[in-house]
Each structure stands twice: as structure tokens, then as C-alpha cells.
């Protein structure tokens, strides 16, 4: 392999809003763009998140070839979640959000985009309860998973009980 | 009456053996932890006794005070006996070492194929206490150690047989007698290397201590043991190496010449064992270890015909010698 | 000749894999981590990662903090090189609510952040040793990092986790005495690299034990979402304190190592180049440090405005980064915290298919992970 020197790539966001506008159209996939703190934000429907990753990825002048991270979070009425993609070769990143009702959590999974998307997706389904549709292996990650809360769920509570602990096991 | 003194200056001897082989493994324990700990840039052993001498033997009355530990679907007789057959060989073999012209506690003709017969009994005991301890990281350590000393005890019993070509006797003081006029390390070197490099894969010493990979196996076969059965283990390690060394000095530095004064003749000799000691352990405080596959390769493919060779130029080399000294 | 029929029963045949169980207690996986492989003979054909032993709910507690109250728990996540948390953090907090940050304080962050990567870097270097089967060079590091330690104690008053550097600065000033210890540091460090670098880099069993394991291809580095030394050990240059520069990093002259190769051999090579590109960057911010305050005045309880922010740094062992979404009240309403063990070691599994066990080891100390930082 040959090393690629990537050290002096700075990318210019504001260039890259009209490139990703136009593409999306052509897709037909609804996404509203704009600038905030020197980064891409876009907001995205549930069901093109799929489409829109597959083309940020494979196309040949974006190249967002990093998946940076995938944020779940929990408002009053919606879930929220970012998935954040750099580029390395251009040096561009987008946060792409998307919203989900309340009563029908669920998404579909980009685990055959990014493979790197795995314990993100496992960690937002057993944190926030939002049903990943089509991932391989959903398992409980951190937790233990005998428990039926979600965790960051604003209706979790974090309460302090004292427990008794009583060994269950038999000493020979 | 005669058969009786005679069978009690034989138990004698064989008590001297006996006490001089623990006395020996407790020095080499002291030995091995002040070495590796000064090279690691840190001290040994430093409060019990002046510098720490009384460590080891406060050591061995620890492990013998510890509770008796039998894990619960162990095979009883494998995991039992394997701490006792791993001292066997090591004890047989001191009966034979000679340490002057006349210190010896039995002296048979050919007792150096003998040794070499007996020493490997001690690969049976390292299979047996992995298939007993019923753990899987057991059995993988004992079937790793298996396969291991059977690669190299070939070669390490080929680069002898330069020796007793050259020295004509398979007697371990007639191939020291034979050694007046030059030490075989210099004509031996290639054997000599062989030689040192298969004893330390015979020892489970590192660079080959996959056996007992710590970070890997968590001990190897060691993991069930406890208490005085790792302890007899852990002393049994250190008589071999020992041994190993031993033989080495007798070998190819020439045992205990030129001293032919016994008391000179056994100092000077146990001066040249713990030489090569040392360097064992210098060796063992700087180097990684090789993977399991890699010193198999080196094993089979490296030492083995190193060691053909150096029988077959030995051979020939002296067969020519003798007859130029004929004409 | 085998005929189908023949062929098809011996796929159907139950293969006799053993599962050999790595378990939480192990003197080699860094920290708690948990892996049970199935194994064929000493091949390793899969695994299967289990974690969460060390999680603490940390990103659940920030819901319930101010800002300032839970700086002291980002120390904890990679404890190894703490300060390098504290500062992506501190600097998430300053670019929301643009703060600017002295000068004098950028400088003294940038010497306790290198001096932390030092710090982290030497226990790579012990932990490898470990694993490849020698013991020596793991006391030898650990005494050079005491005097690095010893420096950051004189100069941020802890050892292992600070809660030095806040939000507008750092908290105090350094001591008389510390530029004399630090050039002697300075001065004997390099010289202690060259005999680490002795012990391992020539040696032909290091070599054969690391070389051509665990290749990790770029594209699948990149999939897989690796980072920092890493990344760079499978060929791509790539650092943000160059792309994204912060603190005062673009006045410093320093390289950027990487790897042809992409196996363990390329990724020590890599931190111990990065030692030394680390030590050229004190010796440039310490020659003159910038008079002025160490700390900007902050309101005591700080109010971020409404908005969302990922900000990332390079933190010891890759990128860390933070996601914060703020409701413009005291506390933060979301704070996902990225960190690159997390992604390193899910893609433990892709990389072990076919290896030895013995070699298992080794590729894991070489992805070089915390676990404080996986399960947070």
C-alpha cells in the first residue's frame, strides 16, 4: 500500500451546500441544508437515510467515505437521530438529521454502507428503544440486558434503591 | 555384612544427590530473581536476610502451608502424579553427573545416552497435568509443550553426538578426559549452539516459554495447580536447568579440567555451570517469544539439519585425521 | 473423485470448533473486556466481543450537570491520556459559547497534552512487550514515565486524572522549577527512546511476531471508522491537529508519521515516532511561552446558546469527539461522546478471522484500547 498524505486537505464547506443540493435532488431525496459552526447540517427524511449515505459515499467528488459518529437523542414529541460523515479526500463533514415518531420507532440500518455504523446502531437501540430494521446482530451492547427501560429516555428516571443482595448459588 | 555397608554408602550418595539438587533449585530461584530484577532496572529480593538470601526457602514454607486444592472433575490419577513424575528424570540424572575425576554417585558406560533416554519423561508429566486439569487452557498449554520438546529433543541429542565422535566414549568422564588438549566449544561451536538453543526450548525457557505464555494461556498447564504441586513445578523447572547446563559444561567446556584436585575440580566445575546459568537468564530477561508455528519451523528446519551436518563434517574430519596419523 | 452427493455430506458435517473464553480477568485485554472465540486448533474462525463492564452511564449523567460539574468525569473516560478529553471538551464548550482563550493558556495546554501523549504512548509501549512475551521493557517504560509524571504533577497537581485545563483557560500558572525539570526531561528522553527502540525495533523475534499481522487495508479502515494511530499505521497521513488546527497547533513544526503496511509492526513503528514528533512540540511551545492570564473570566454557571455542535479532537489513541445539544439552559440537553475504542474494537472481529491465538493477542494490544473510553 502506498501512503496518502491527507495532511493538508482543508475543505471549504460553503462550496460543497450546492454540490450536495443538487445531487439529492436529482435523487429525488428531500434535504434542507445549511451552515452551522463551519459544518454541513442536513435534515433528512427517515426512509431516504439509506439513499442519501449510499450517496454520499459512492459518488465520485463527495467521497465521504468516515462515518464520525451516530447520535440518538430523545425530545418531547419526536427521537432525533445525527449521523455525522467526513470526507477524507475533500475534507467536507455533514451531520445528517433525522427525525421518528414517538409511537413507531424505528429506522432502517446502514450497516451495508458503513460497516463501522454496528455498535452505533446497537448502542441507540438499547439506549433509546428505536427498532433498527435489518441490522445483523441487535443485542443488548453495555448494558446487561435483563432490564426493560431504555436509559436515555427523558421518562427514565435515574433513582437510587437500596437492594439487599442475597447469593443465590449453593456453597459446597 | 558387606552388602550392607555398601547399600548404605550408596544411600549416602544418593542422599547428598537428594539435599545438593534442592539446595541447588533454591539458589538458582534466588539467582534468577535478583538477576532478571537488577537488568530490569529495578532490585531483587532485599528484606528477609542479608540481601534477601532467606526468600526462596520462606517462599517454598509458604506454598507448603497453602490449603489442598483439588478441582472438582479433575481425572484424579493424571492431575496427582504429574507433579511427582516431573522430578523424577531431574533426580535419576544427578545420580550420573559427575562433578571431579572421582565425585560421581554412579559411573556406568554409557551414561550419557542414558541421560539423554531419561530426560524425556518429564514432556509425559507436562502432558498429563494439561489432560488432568480439565480446563481448557490447560490442555492447550500441555498439547503446545508436547509438541515442542518432542521437535527438539532431536536436536538437541544430534549436536551430542559430535561430541562422542570426537571423544570416542559414550562415558560422561571419559569425554572430559578426552577434552585435556583443547575444550570442544571450539571445534563443536556450530553444536554447541545447537545444543544451548534446544536446551532452552527443552526448559520452557523464554524465548520458547510458549508452554507457560502468560499473557496469552494464563499459565499454561499451571493454571490448576496450587499450593506445594506448583511449587514442586516451579523447583522442578530450575533442576533441569541445572542439569542442562551441566551437561553443556561437561560437554563443551571441558567439566572440570584443568583441575584434577576433587575439591578444586567441583568448584571450578560449578563456576562454569553457573556461567552458562547466568547467561540463560540474561537471554530470558531481554528477549520476546516466538509464536508456536514460527519455532516449529526453526526447530525442524533450522537446528535439525545444523545439527546433520555438524555430525557428518565431525565424522569425516576425524575419520581423515586418523588415518593422515596411521600413515 | 468425490461425488456430489459425497460433497454435500461432509458440508453437512458438524464441525468440532472449541470455544475458548477470554474472559474479563486476563492479564492481556486492557482492561475488562470479555471475548469468547471460537477456535479450530489454534485458528481463531470467529469471536464474539462482549463489553460493558466498565459503563458507567455517563452520557445519562450529563443530562442531570451543569457544565462545569461534569468536567471532572471526562477525565475518567480515557484515562491513559485524560487531559486530551478534557481539552476536546473544553474547547466544544468555548466554540459554542465563543470564548477566546488567552494565549499563555493555549501554550501550557498544548506541554501538558503532549506530555500526557508521552505518558499514554509508554504504556503502549510496555503493554506490547507484555504481550509479545517480554517482560523487561515494561518496567523500563513505566520508570521513564514516573518523570513525566512527575512533571505533571508538579504542574497540573495529578497524576492520572487532573481536571486541569477548564472552560476559558487552564487553572493555574506554572511553578517556578518547572522549566529547568522540563528541559531535563527534555534533554535524557530522547536517549531512553533510542535503547526502547533497540530492544524491540531490530529484534528478528519482534519482527516475526509482528510483522504481516492484522493487516488492515485502508478502505476497510475507513469503513470501519478507525482513527489516529491506527489509521495512520494503514497509510493514510492524516492527523486533526494539522486538517482542523486548535490551540495554537498551527504555530508548531511537526511531522506526521504513517505506515505502509497496515500490520502491528507499522502501528508501533507509528507511536514511536509519534513520541518523538510529540517532544519536538514542547521544545517549541515551552522555548517561549506567551506572558498574559491563564484564564479567561467565565460565568460560573455557564449558559450555552440554543444549538447543536460536533467538535473532535486528537486525542491519544484517535479521534475524540463530542455532540452536544444544547436547549440553552444550564445543563446540556444531549452529550454523545464519541471515542475511537469504541470503533477499534468492534472491528476486532473482522480483523481476527484466521489468526493465531497467540497473534490475537498481539493485534489487540496494538489497536491499543481503553476501556473506560468504550463503555463510558
Known amino acids: 500500500m502506498e501512503i496518502i498524505d491527507y495532511t493538508n486537505i482543508r475543505g471549504d464547506n460553503q462550496k460543497v451546500l450546492g454540490v450536495i443540493a443538487e445531487k439529492t435532488k436529482k435523487i429525488g431525496i428531500i434535504a434542507k441544508l445549511e451552515l452551522v459552526y463551519d459544518q454541513i447540517n442536513a435534515a433528512a427524511e427517515a426512509r431516504d437515510i439509506v439513499a442519501f449515505c449510499m450517496l454520499l459515499k459512492e459518488d465520485k467528488d463527495l467521497s465521504f467515505e468516515y462515518i464520525r459518529s451516530i447520535t440518538g437523542s430523545d425530545f418531547e414529541d419526536r427521537y432525533e437521530i445525527v449521523y455525522s460523515l467526513y470526507s477524507f479526500a475533500n475534507g467536507w463533514s455533514v451531520n445528517i438529521k433525522v427525525k421518528i415518531n414517538h409511537d413507531r420507532p424505528e429506522v432502517d440500518s446502514i450497516v451495508g454502507v458503513y460497516k463501522g455504523a454496528n455498535w452505533f446502531e446497537r448502542e441507540i437501540w438499547e439506549m433509546l428503544g428505536i427498532d433498527i430494521k435489518g441490522h445483523p446482530d441487535l443485542r443488548p451492547l453495555l448494558l446487561v440486558g435483563d432490564e426493560d427501560f431504555h436509559p436515555l429516555r427523558k421518562s427514565f428516571e435515574i433513582k437510587w434503591e437500596e437492594k439487599e443482595y442475597i447469593p443465590t448459588g449453593k456453597f459446597e | 555384612m558387606v552388602w550392607w555397608l555398601v547399600f548404605l554408602w550408596a544411600l549416602l550418595k544418593l542422599v547428598i544427590a537428594v539435599g545438593f539438587v534442592l539446595v541447588t533449585a533454591l539458589i538458582l530461584i534466588y539467582m534468577l530473581r535478583k538477576v532478571m530484577g537488577r537488568m530490569q532496572y529495578r532490585m531483587g529480593p532485599r528484606h528477609h536476610g542479608p540481601h534477601g538470601v532467606f526468600q526462596t526457602m520462606f517462599d517454598a514454607v509458604k506454598l507448603l502451608g497453602k490449603e489442598n486444592i483439588i478441582p472438582k472433575d479433575v481425572d484424579k490419577w493424571p492431575y496427582l502424579w504429574a507433579p511427582v513424575i516431573v522430578f523424577v528424570p531431574s533426580l535419576t540424572i544427578f545420580a550420573l553427573l559427575p562433578f571431579a575425576e572421582k565425585i560421581v554417585a554412579t559411573n556406568i558406560e554409557i551414561s550419557l545416552f542414558f541421560v539423554f533416554a531419561i530426560m524425556g519423561i518429564s514432556t509425559i508429566s507436562l502432558i498429563m497435568a494439561g489432560w488432568g486439569s480439565n480446563n481448557k487452557y490447560a490442555l492447550l498449554g500441555g498439547l503446545r509443550s508436547a509438541a515442542q520438546m518432542m521437535s527438539y529433543e532431536i536436536p538437541l541429542i544430534l549436536s551430542a553426538i559430535g561430541v562422542v565422535i570426537m571423544a570416542g566414549s559414550m562415558n560422561l568422564v571419559e569425554i572430559v578426559r578426552a577434552q585435556q588438549n583443547i575444550y570442544y566449544i571450539v571445534p563443536q561451536a556450530v553444536a554447541f549452539f545447537v545444543f544451548m538453543t534446544s536446551a532452552l526450548a527443552e526448559l520452557n525457557h523464554t524465548p520458547f516459554d510458549i508452554p507457560e505464555a502468560e499473557s496469552e494461556i494464563v499459565a499454561g498447564f499451571n493454571i490448576e495447580y496450587s499450593g506445594f504441586r506448583f511449587a514442586s513445578f516451579f523447583l522442578a523447572e530450575f533442576v533441569n536447568l541445572f542439569i542442562i547446563c551441566a551437561l553443556a559444561t561437561i560437554l563443551f567446556l571441558g567439566g572440570w579440567l584443568p583441575f584434577t584436585n576433587p575439591v578444586y575440580g567441583t568448584l571450578f566445575f560449578l563456576f562454569k555451570t553457573y556461567i552458562l546459568i547466568f547467561v540463560t537468564m540474561w537471554i530470558r530477561s531481554t528477549f520476546p517469544r516466538f509464536r508456536l508455528d514460527q519455532f516449529m519451523n526453526f526447530g525442524w528446519k533450522l537446528l535439525l539439519p545444523l545439527s546433520l551436518v555438524n555430525i557428518f563434517v565431525t565424522g569425516t574430519v576425524v575419520l581423515v585425521v586418523d588415518n593422515i596419523r596411521g600413515l | ?376
Open chain 3, 1 to 376: 473423485m468425490l461425488t456430489e452427493e459425497f460433497e454435500k455430506t461432509v458440508e453437512d458435517l458438524p464441525k468440532d470448533y472449541m470455544e475458548v473464553n477470554f474472559g474479563p480477568h486476563h492479564p492481556s485485554t486492557h482492561g475488562v473486556f470479555r471475548f469468547i472465540a471460537r477456535v479450530d486448533g489454534e485458528r481463531i474462525v470467529g469471536i464474539d466481543p462482549v463489553i460493558g463492564y466498565l459503563h458507567r452511564g455517563v452520557e445519562k449523567m450529563a443530562e442531570r450537570k451543569t457544565y462545569i460539574q461534569f468536567k471532572p468525569l471526562v477525565d475518567r473516560l480515557d484515562y491513559t491520556g485524560a487531559l486530551l478529553n478534557e481539552l476536546c471538551y473544553c474547547q466544544a464548550l468555548e466554540k459554542m459559547a465563543e470564548i477566546e482563550v488567552p494565549e499563555r493558556a493555549q501554550a501550557i495546554r498544548v506541554i501538558s497534552a503532549e506530555l500526557n501523549r508521552i505518558c499514554a504512548h509508554l504504556i503502549f509501549y510496555g503493554a506490547i512487550g507484555l504481550e509479545a512475551g517480554a517482560f523487561t521493557p515494561f518496567l523500563f517504560s513505566f520508570a521513564e514515565r514516573e518523570k513525566a509524571l512527575q512533571l505533571l504533577e508538579m504542574l497540573a497537581g495529578g497524576r492520572l486524572t487532573f481536571n486541569y485545563i477548564t472552560i476559558g483557560g487552564v487553572r493555574k500558572d506554572i511553578p517556578n522549577g518547572f522549566k529547568s525539570e522540563l528541559e531535563k526531561f527534555l534533554s535524557i528522553f530522547p536517549k531512553r527512546l533510542k535503547v526502547f527502540e533497540d530492544l524491540f525495533t531490530g529484534n528478528e523475534i519482534f519482527k516475526s511476531r509482528t510483522q504481516g499481522i492484522g493487516v488492515i487495508k485502508m478502505e476497510d479502515a475507513f469503513d470501519w471508522a478507525m482513527s489516529g494511530p491506527t489509521l495512520r499505521g494503514s497509510g493514510a497521513r492524516f492527523d486533526i491537529r494539522k486538517a482542523e488546527p486548535y490551540s495554537g497547533y498551527e504555530k508548531y513544526d511537526f511531522d506526521i508519521p504513517a505506515g505502509e503496511n497496515g500490520d502491528v509492526y507499522d502501528r508501533y513503528l507509528v507511536r514511536m515516532a509519534e513520541m518523538r514528533q510529540s517532544l519536538r512540540i514542547i521544545e517549541q511551545a515551552a522555548e517561549d511561552i506567551p506572558s498574559g492570564d491563564i484564564q479567561v473570566k467565565v460565568p460560573k454557571v455557564l449558559k450555552l446558546p440554543e444549538g447543536e455542535i460536533y467538535y473532535r479532537n486528537e486525542g491519544t489513541k484517535g479521534e475524540i469527539g463530542f455532540y452536544i445539544i444544547s436547549d440553552g439552559g444550564k445543563t446540556p440537553y444531549r452529550m454523545k461522546i464519541r471515542t475511537p475504542s469504541f470503533s477499534h474494537l468492534s472491528a476486532l472481529g473482522f480483523v481476527l478471522k484466521g489468526a493465531y491465538i497467540a497473534d490475537a493477542i498481539v493485534i489487540l494490544g496494538s489497536f491499543d484500547t481503553v476501556m473506560g473510553s468504550v463503555d463510558r
